[in-house]
């Protein structure tokens, strides 16, 4: 691998002063004054995280930070120096998130443009294969996909592939009423939502896809987002969620989970098949 100095001096154009390494990423000093981060990956990872950081930038939405070039083992990107977020930072994330939904997608399942089809979440692979309707789209690409591989690891026994399976079967009508296809992080969780010195909530690492909107909303409430309540009060003042919403926020948690079952074992198989069961009821 190049070092992450070579790479950023050839990708940026610019003569490096200083790197300094910051867990798995670098911080890049340039001769302009700028720092930027340099974070390695495989070349799909790679690209797929540039085209979601791209796609997701839109007018209103949240900021995420800025690609300033890519080769096949290094993403440049904007370094977003931390500070401090409050409620109401929080409360604007959701109309900004809530814009970012908006924006739309082609279709369920579609990936960014310039994005790959074989595309990551975290470090579990995930496909971006395309259906017509959500429901039966998020069963097979987003649940069952993840399940057999979670079952195959001994990650999910055998009664929770049961309970997860019968929540497919029926998963018509367990999603309330059909939605576009909206424009999704697709790994909201509360690590990938950053403090920025500014002020504002930046969203980091994403696996961006169409999707649920609802998706992206679940995967805050999994995974502990401390100001939940008004990040969707100003989410629902841009865009109001369809009426049992709450009731459906376990079935979204479905796919998370199972990914972390994938990648880190049984806690979360146990978790997902909890969730599946609270789904059908």
Known sequence: MN????????????????????????????????????????????????????????????????VYGYD???????????GRTDRAASEQLGRELATMHLAGAATFGCAPPEGPHQAWIGTAPMANVTGARWPQWYAEHRVLRYLRIAADRG??????????????????????????????????WSGNVHAGADGRAWLL????????RETDLAMLALFGYANLDQLLAGYTDVAPLAPGWQQRVPLHQLFPLLVHAVLFGGGYGVRAAAAAQAASR
Do not use: M
């Not at 799909?44 to 839109?58: D, K, P």
């Not at 929770?160 to 018509?172: F, K």
């Not at 690492?205 to 649920?212: L, M, Q, S, T």
């Open 72 to 82: 096949d083992q290094w993403l440049i990107s904007e370094y977003v120096p931390a």
């Open 155 to 188: 990650a999910v026994d055998a009664a929770g592939a049961r309970a997860i399976n019968r929540t497919c079967e029926r998963i018509d009508e367990l999603t309330g009423p059909d939605e576009p296809p909206a424009r999704l992080h697709g790994d909201l």
């Open 3 to 66: 070092s992450p100095a070579d790479a950023v001096a050839v990708i940026t154009g610019q003569h490096v002063r200083a790197a300094t390494p910051r867990g798995t990423i670098w911080l890049i000093e340039l001769g302009d004054g700028r720092t930027v981060v340099a974070k390695p990956g495989q070349a799909s990872q790679i690209l797929a995280e540039a085209a979601g950081l791209r796609w997701l930038r839109v007018p209103g939405g949240p900021p995420l930070p800025r």
């Open 205 to 212: 690492d994403p696996a961006a896809h169409g999707g649920h």
